[in-house]
Each structure stands twice: as C-alpha cells, then as structure tokens.
C-alpha cells in the first residue's frame, strides 16, 4: 500500500526526467516538454535523448546514468519491451517514482500482461509506486505542472482532485468542468493500475489541505480494502467523493442456481455500496460536473428545512418543483413571517408560495431579486435557494456583484440557474468566483439533490463507514464442500442461529409414521441439483393430516418416476408449516471485488422481476442491516403499510447480520448461498427460513 509520503513525488514533483524526450513536435514524447514549458513549471526537468543537446531550453542528456540522483517523477515513452530496463535503470539513479505512458501491456492481450506483471513485481520490491503503464498523465496546478501528452490546458482551477481510469473520459470531464468555471487544480489519469490504483490516488487527495472535493471515473476497483480506506479517509477529512461508474457486466449469469446470482450486477453491487458509505454515484458527465462544481461553493447544509426555488417563470419553478419531488429534495414550507416579508419586497401579484414567481417584473427591478434573497437567506425554514433566471442578460448584469457579495455572505447555500446566458455574461460570473452556476433546470436540481443528501446522510449516519468486528462462527455441522440440498442448508441455518421450520428428512413410508409433527404439514422432495422444485411439483402445502400425508408420499414418488428424476432425488422432507409473514430472500456470493457480499430484497417469485434488492459486503452489522431493509422500495410492507401490523425488523436484521458473518468465516467453503424466500412475521415473531441454496466451492469449480 502506498502512502501519501510515497506519492507526493509523482503529484507533486520538484524535478522531472523525461525518458525518451523528442524535439520532434509530432512526437507524443514531445508534448510533455511543451506542457510543462507552458504551465511555466518552476522544476527542474531533465531530458533523455542522444540526438539532442537541449529541447525548450532543457538539457539534454545521452543516458539515464548521467542523470542527478533523487529525482522525484520520470516519464517514460517508449516501446512497451524497453520499459522494465528503463525503470530498473532509474530505480538505480534513485528515482522516486515513475509515469509510464506507452501502451502495449495487458490491454493487448497475453503477452503484454506478462510485460505488465514483470513491471508490478519489480515496483512491488523496490516498494516504488508506478502511475500507469497506459496512462495519459497527470496534472497539479498547486504546482504549475502537467506531466501529460494531451492538449489538457491550463486553467483558473478550483480546488477539486479527479482522477480517471480512463484518459479520453478525463479529458473531456476537465473540458467539461472549465467551461462550467470550476476547471481542476489536480487530474490522474492511473492507466492500467500495474501497482498505484484508483483508490490510492483517491487516499492521498482524501490528506490533501488543498483540495475540497473529488471526483472520479470508475470502471471497476481492484481492492476493496483499498477502497474502504480511502472512502474513509474522504470523509474524515470532510472530502465529498463524487463517482461515475460505468460497466454493468454480470457475474455468472449464464450458470448461476439462484437470483441472487443472477442479479449480482456489477453495477448492483457498486451501488449499493457506495450508497452505504455515502459515496455520491451520478449517472453521466454533465450531473459529474455540476455536482462537484456545487460542491466546490458548497455551504454549510443543516440537516432540517428545504429548498425554496426563486423564479421569473412559473413554468420552470414548476418543472423544478416536479424534480426536487423526484429527486427527493424538500420543498420548504414558508412561514407566515417569511411570507410576510416577501409581500413586502414583490409585487402584489407575484406569488410569495413556493416556488416563488417574481413574475417578469423583476425585468424592471432586478435589485427585487437581491431583496427576495435576502429575505430567505434569513429564513429558518429554508434549507437551499435556487434562483432561476432567463434571457435579459443586459438587465441582470448589473447585479452579478451584489449576488456575489450575497452569497459569500449567507449561511445557506445558493444556486443559480441562468438559461440561455451569453459567454461575456458568463465570464461576469465566473470571475466573482463565488457564485455556483448551472444552465438548465433539471441539471440544476439532481446537482442540488446530490449535494443535500450528501451533507443529510453525513449529519444523520451513525458512523457505518468502518466495519466492525465480529465473533467468528463456531463450526457448521457439515463443511460446505459441494452444493448442499434443502434439509442439509437447513442445518446449517440453524446451527448459526437461523430459525427453519421444524421438520424431518424420511426416505419410506415408515419414517413417515414415526414423526412427532404439528400438522398443517408441507412435504419436499430433497435434492441436490434440482433448485426450482415447483417445477417438478415436488412441493405440497397444507397437508391436513397423516392420511393425506401419505396419500401425497405416494403420489409425489409417481410424478418422480414419471419425471425421469428419482436418480436426483435423496429423499423428502416435512415441515410443519411456517406462520405467514412477508417474503423476503437474503443471499449471498463471493464477488471477485468485494469478497463475501450479501443481497437483500423483496422475496418469493417476484424478486428477478421487481429486483428490488440492495447488496452489501460482509461482515455486515447490525446497524447496517437496518440501512439495507429500509433502503428498498418495498420496506412500507414490512413497516405496517395501511394499517398493517409492522413486520419484525430487528430479527430480520440479526439474521443478515449472522448469515454475513458466517459467510465471512467460512469463505473458503462456499461460493453461492440463497433464502428465498425468508418469511418476515409479525413484530415479535421473529423470521423463518423456508427455503436454502447453498453451493460449496468444490461444486463450483466442478461446474466451471
């Protein structure tokens, strides 16, 4: 793991060596040179070339052994076969660390990986922390440095770290953010992640003084630990962590014996993940962009009131309205004192609700518009302002000085959307550098919403983001190398505290009689590799007594015969027959990314088609478990929705708390487990397990 101490040398540079430097402006190894001369960088920078004296004004040397020693970053860009020598030769002259810009490693198949993989065991050694190989470059304007072969420009950065997997999407994010005013002071583009990954750079930016907010372009992570901790470092450092994640690959859809297999999206999982550590996830770009430029002008959020919307065109306050809905946003209700005030300052017929409608008379007043403000900066019910104006730029701009020294001033923070603006009208705007500007209505409000929930949860959460310890597990009853059947799972459920029907497993007819159950019954037949029974009719409920029990013996031993699948079938099983309660399914996989992670949602036949399911890495607590049942769409039913009697939460959120924690302990038996459906019962009650999918890790790979 590489600490903030190892990578300062690569963020932030006092000399640079340029490894295969060219003088040849077609040349990619010719633009760092030209980028860094323009930036004005106040290093040192060496070069690298026998065919040169100097390039820009910089020295030139024949060979990496000429070069000074403690150099902090070098840039390579040559052929990928040539790169191991040359960081072995810098790792001589005491480099500090290394950019890698040539490609040809594992993006291109076999060979290059072991190219790639050579490169990671020599950085892992020498403890020597590599950006790249693949990468686009990096950037700190806090040090007037671009160690990029792009055209990324200079820019009046604002203090906002971003870091990419991609270069062109980075490019174009930064491109984005400075026409938005907020361009980057700090940019990574980590190329293939051969040793410095994603969530490192995310750590280090999470300890830098001079950043406020971060961003980033996710494809995938290759270390949960890694991002746990940086995730954690983001918010006890007070850094908001803005993501887009792209990529919805599933895993093991094709082969998967349960839902939750098949529904373990990669994108699923993320989700609910980032979601549980209060990670803000957008959906494209321009939300990216304008959240973090919100962000960026961010007050301080309280945790009650809502937001009011100021407006010249009740169309838009309307269509804002409608989105803060959608989005969650509160609208605040105004106060007679509030309203009041605002009859005062606006015309008689302009409407003091919320929205507030101005109307276009504010065109002939515009200090109306500081005076409207004015009054709800002071409001306690009000949470956020949102202005909205269009057009008129000629009226406006008088004002923009007086919004500015507003909004620096108030407590509460305030967002203007001014549509159709002119490009010297937005220079006005960003030159104040204080006021947070976005062009539409709906950007506006899902930028805003991200925001206000951000700083909500953070004022609301219990601290969730560490996970807490947990006791491990005493032994299951059976190691869980292939996949178990129904009866065996049971057991298992039971043994770590799991509640399952009381039953018995039987094989004749005279097993039959001996049993000492409560009827109504339910009678099963048992095996292995048949997971949907009903497909089978190998499931009878409400068997009223020993008479229609055997009848049902008989007559479910025929359909297997006629099945063809008595080979498949170890026995039956009966059950007496669980109390009703609302179904739910609890599962869980073994993710590549995540390790042990846990899904929950809606049960029975309704959870592929509604998929209304949240998923968590394990171990999960108990506190957690509760974020995850309340987190669904269909909590309402098991909180008492229309009168109904409330479901009991508290055990339902002990046995995913349990269930995570044996999955956590016994990781290497299993790959695959799922319950569905779990029936949740009244409050008091408990829950019941009536169906188990286990798959152990041997049966897996058999199948793979």
């Given at each position: ?6 990578l ?127 990468s ?6 806090n040090?007037?440095?671009?160690a ?24 174009l ?15 990574v ?16 930016f ?17 270390d ?10 983001c ?47 957008v ?11 919100l ?13 009011v ?21 509160k609208?605040a ?22 929205p ?33 104006i269009q ?7 008088p ?6 020294a507003?909004?620096k ?60 310890g947990?006791?491990k ?23 770590i505290?799991?509640q ?14 001996n ?22 009719q190998?499931?009878?409920?409400h ?54 992670t ?7 036949i ?22 995850m049942?309340?987190s ?28 995570s ?44």
């Amino acid at each position: 793991m590489f600490t903030m101490d190892d990578l300062s040398p690569m963020l932030a540079p006092n000399a640079i060596a340029i490894i295969g430097a060219s003088g040849d402006q077609t040349k990619i190894s010719y633009k760092p040179i030209a980028n860094l001369k323009e930036v004005g960088y106040q290093g040192d920078v060496y070069l690298v070339n026998p065919k040169y004296d100097e390039i820009l004004g910089y020295p030139c040397y024949q060979e990496i052994e000429e070069l000074p020693e403690h150099i902090d970053l070098a840039l390579i860009s040559v052929g990928a076969k040539s790169v191991l020598s040359i960081i072995k030769q810098l790792h001589a002259k005491k480099v500090k660390s290394i950019l890698i810009f040539s490609s040809g490693f594992t993006e291109i198949g076999k060979e290059g990986a072991m190219l790639e993989k050579e490169i990671q065991v020599f950085s892992e050694r020498h403890h020597l922390p590599i950006c790249g190989p693949n990468s686009l470059g990096l950037f700190n304007f806090n040090k007037q440095m671009i160690a990029s072969f792009s055209s990324l420009k200079a820019c009046d950065s604002a203090p906002i770290a971003f870091v990419t997997q991609s270069g062109a999407m980075g490019s174009l994010t930064h491109t984005l953010a400075t026409e938005l005013g907020i361009g980057f002071q700090a940019f990574v583009s980590s190329g293939n992640e051969s040793t410095v990954d994603f969530f490192n750079y995310i750590d280090y930016f999470a300890k830098s003084p001079d950043i406020k907010v971060i961003g980033g372009y996710l494809e995938g992570a290759r270390d949960e630990a890694k991002m746990s901790k940086a995730i954690t470092a983001c918010h006890q450092n007070n850094k908001p962590l803005v993501l887009i994640k792209v990529g919805t690959s599933v895993i093991g859809a094709d082969a998967a014996s349960s839902h939750t297999a098949s529904l373990a999206g990669n994108a699923k999982v993320y989700e609910s993940y980032f979601t549980s550590k209060n990670v803000v996830l957008v959906d494209d770009e321009e939300e990216l962009i304008d959240t973090l430029s919100l962000f960026n002008y961010a007050k301080n959020i309280s945790k009650d009131g809502g937001a009011v919307i100021v407006t010249q065109s009740g169309g838009a306050g309307i269509m804002m309205a409608d989105q803060c809905e959608r989005k969650g946003i509160k609208l605040a209700t105004l106060e007679a004192e509030t309203k009041e005030s605002l009859a005062q300052t606006l015309p008689t017929f302009a409407s003091i609700k919320n929205p507030v409608d101005m109307t276009a008379q504010v065109n002939q007043n515009p200090n109306q518009i500081i005076d409207t403000l004015n009054v709800l900066v002071e409001a306690r019910e009000v949470q956020s302002i949102v202005l909205y104006i269009q057009m008129t730029d000629h009226l406006f701009t008088p004002i923009i000085g007086k919004l500015s020294a507003l909004i620096k001033k108030a407590n509460k923070p305030i967002v203007v959307c001014w549509a159709g603006i002119k490009e010297n009208t937005k220079k006005q705007l960003f030159n104040e550098k204080s006021i947070p500007w976005i062009p539409t209505p709906t950007r506006t409000i899902n930028a805003l919403s991200n925001v206000v929930n951000y700083y909500t949860t953070t004022k609301q959460q219990v601290s969730v983001h560490e996970k807490k310890g947990y006791a491990k597990q005493s032994q299951s009853p059976m190691i869980v190398e292939e996949k178990l059947n129904e009866w065996e799972g049971k057991q298992l459920l039971q043994s770590i505290g799991i509640q399952v029907p009381k039953g018995s497993f039987v094989r004749n007819q005279k097993e039959l009689h001996n049993h000492r159950l409560q009827y109504p019954l339910v009678l099963k037949g048992v095996s292995k590799e048949i997971t949907h029974k009903s497909d089978y009719q190998l499931v009878q409920t409400h068997i009223k007594n020993q008479q229609d029990l055997l009848e049902h013996f008989e007559r479910m031993r025929e359909r297997i015969k006629h099945a063809q699948v008595d080979h498949l079938i170890e026995g039956m099983m009966i059950e007496e027959m669980a109390e009703e309660g609302i179904e739910v399914i609890i599962g869980a996989i073994d993710d590549p990314t995540f390790g042990p992670t846990i899904m929950f949602g809606v049960g029975g036949i309704f959870t592929e088609i509604l998929e209304d399911v949240v998923f968590l890495p394990a171990p999960i607590t108990e506190a957690q478990a509760l974020q995850m049942i309340t987190s669904i769409k269909a909590f309402p039913l098991l909180n008492g929705a229309r009168g109904n009697q409330k479901s009991d939460i508290k055990a339902l959120a002990i046995t995913i708390q349990r269930l995570s924690e044996f999955c956590t302990s016994h990781r290497e038996e299993w790959t695959e487990m799922e319950f569905n459906p779990i029936l949740v019962h009244k409050e008091g009650k408990g829950v019941t397990a009536v169906d188990a999918v286990i798959v152990g890790k041997k049966q897996a790979e058999i199948c793979n």
